[in-house]
């Protein structure tokens, strides 16, 4: 079955530094990878989706790449900012692409300090 | 962007008893739901998913019996934990797609469980 590994350790950086988050998967390459941020006590937001046939993708200060040979996508903070403080998921969906079901990544949770 | 709500946020319940969640697409309609279990500092865990006018689908190890779960509009599901002990004691959060090729998920605040 698919499994998920993200940083296991809390990311401490300063601000105005770049953050970046790992996201690792073992079995099947899916056919596309989300990012969602989660604070305390609240429910997930969406942020990215990139899709298998992309390798980059961008949002303002955020940047998402995806590398199928690896099985790794990389999540990006530039000029990060302590509003920035957050638990990241990273999300795949079920092999064949179920209608939306997802599986979640543990999350890495990122502090910036001003 | 597409916002869900969730009711109650909070509930305390006695062993033994049943508590019924909502989760609503406010608006957009929900082609079809999701509800997840997050227990702290792991990961969410996807329960069932409900599409509309049909039968959910339970994941693996989710008891259909003891979480019902209704899907009666296209902005409505329920997800009722029945006979509630301690252990049921979690983070329940909903999402909604609302069909398409979008994939993204809209995702209520969540609703925090508490079995005495």
């Known amino acids: 079955s698919q499994k998920i590994e993200q940083n296991s350790e809390a990311l401490n950086i300063q601000e105005g530094k770049t953050a970046t988050l790992t996201c690792n998967y073992t079995?099947?390459?899916?056919?596309?990878l989300q990012w969602y941020r989660q604070d305390p006590g609240r429910g997930p937001v969406f942020l990215l989706l990139?899709?298998?046939?992309?390798k980059e993708k961008r949002k303002e200060r955020l940047k998402v790449t995806f590398d199928t040979t690896l099985k790794q996508s990389l999540f990006h903070i530039t000029a990060s900012q302590p509003a920035d403080s957050a638990t990241y998921l990273c999300?795949?969906?079920?092999?064949?692409?179920?209608?939306?079901?997802?599986?979640f990544g543990q999350g890495t949770e990122l502090s910036v300090k001003p | 962007g597409a916002v869900v709500s969730q009711h109650p946020s909070r509930v305390i319940c006695k062993s033994g008893t049943s508590v019924k969640i909502e989760c609503r697409s406010l608006?957009?309609?929900?082609?079809?739901m999701f509800w997840y279990r997050q227990f702290p500092k792991q990961s969410l865990m996807l329960m069932a998913t409900?599409?509309?006018?049909?039968?959910?689908?339970?994941e693996q190890g989710v008891e259909k019996d003891k979480f019902l779960i209704n899907h009666a509009s296209l902005t409505l599901s329920t997800l009722t934990v029945t006979s509630a002990h301690p252990e049921d004691s979690s983070f329940y959060i909903c999402?909604?797609?609302?069909?398409?090729?979008?994939?993204?998920?809209?995702f209520g605040p969540g609703t925090r469980l508490t079995v005495t």
């Open positions: 999402s909604a797609i609302s069909g398409g090729l979008t994939y993204e998920q809209y």
């Open positions: 079995n099947y390459s899916p056919a596309y």
């Open positions: 990139i899709r298998e046939n992309e």
């Open positions: 999300a795949l969906d079920m092999y064949g692409n179920q209608g939306g079901k997802l599986i």
């Open positions: 608006d957009f309609q929900a082609t079809t």
């Open positions: 409900s599409n509309e006018g049909s039968k959910a689908t339970y």
